[in-house]
C-alpha cells in the first residue's frame, strides 16, 4: 500500500531522530523531498544531504542532522501545515511569520520550493508545506 502524505513522513522522521540525537535519518526519494532539504540546508538547520542506497537496494535520501557545542539540535521543531485533506494557500501578502521571524515557513510556490522570505521578496504565494524553528 502506498504513503498518503510523504512530506509528513518525512518530517516525522526528522522530529523523532533529532530527539534521540541521531547524526543522520533516511528518507524516501522525491523530488519534493530533496527540495525540502535543499531548503533546510541553506536555512542553517541541517549540516546537508546525500542520495544513498539502503540495504535492499532503493534509494534514500539520507539527511544529516546539526546539533550545537552542547549537543542541542538545531532544528527545535518541525510541523505540517498543509496536509492532503485540507489543503492550506496564501497570497505572497499574507505569508504568516513562523514565531515573529525566528522560524521558517516553506512553500511550494510556481517558483519552486521557497521559504516565506524568499516568497515574499519574489511577490508569489503558494502552499504553505511546513513551519521550521
Known sequence: ???????????????NATKVKFKSVDVLLSQVNINIAKVLK???????????KDP?????????????????????????????GRRIYVKSEKIPKVLNGYGI????????????KEASESKVGGEILCNVW
Do not use: C, E, H, N
Open 1 to 15: 500500500m502506498g504513503m498518503t502524505d510523504p512530506i509528513a513522513d518525512m518530517l516525522t522522521r526528522i522530529r
Open 42 to 52: 541553506k536555512s542553517g538547520y541541517i549540516g546537508g544531504y546525500d542520495i544513498k
Open 56 to 84: 535492499s537496494g532503493y534509494q534514500v535520501l539520507r539527511i544529516y542532522l546539526k546539533y550545537t557545542d552542547a549537543k542541542r539540535s538545531v532544528l527545535t521543531g518541525i510541523q505540517r501545515i498543509s496536509k492532503p
Open 105 to 116: 515557513a516553506i512553500l511550494s510556490t510556481s517558483k519552486g520550493i521557497l521559504t516565506d
